[in-house]
């Protein structure tokens, strides 16, 4: 199971850090990612990372803003979120997946999702 937290409202400009924790999995062996979706639109992703943590991808809207990273001991993948922008408020959604066989920005690709944790920059 998995757990995605740490939204919230803020201001544009401001930061926010989510994470994805895992429950009854060995974390390590699932590539994470984390999706959006705001009102209206369709899920579109942000980020991933591989298993080691070794490699990482992200959406050009997020890129030199967003930082994944993953501390497999505490079975957490983390989103960290500066220079939010009103245009990143949505619902995030982590998803996980053993073998990535197809896009890392497919939502298909990943079998496990979370519940997803509200984002609202106000500008």
């Known amino acids: 199971q998995l757990q995605a937290s740490g939204g919230g409202l803020v201001q544009a400009g401001g930061s926010l850090r989510l994470s994805c924790a895992a429950s009854g999995r060995t974390f390590s062996n699932y590539a994470v990612g984390w999706f959006r979706q705001a009102p209206g639109k369709e899920r579109e992703f942000v980020a991933a990372?591989?298993?080691?943590?070794?490699?990482?991808y992200y959406a050009d809207s997020v890129k030199g803003r967003f930082t994944i990273s993953r501390d497999n001991a505490k079975n957490t993948v983390s989103l960290q979120m500066n220079n939010l922008i009103p245009e990143d408020t949505a619902v995030y959604y982590c998803?996980?997946?053993?073998?990535?066989?197809?896009?890392?920005?497919?939502?298909?690709?990943?079998?496990?999702w979370g519940q997803g944790t509200l984002v609202t920059v106000s500008s």
């Open positions: 998803a996980a997946v053993i073998n990535l066989y197809g896009s890392w920005r497919a939502s298909a690709s990943y079998d496990y």
């Open positions: 990372i591989t298993r080691s943590g070794g490699n990482t």
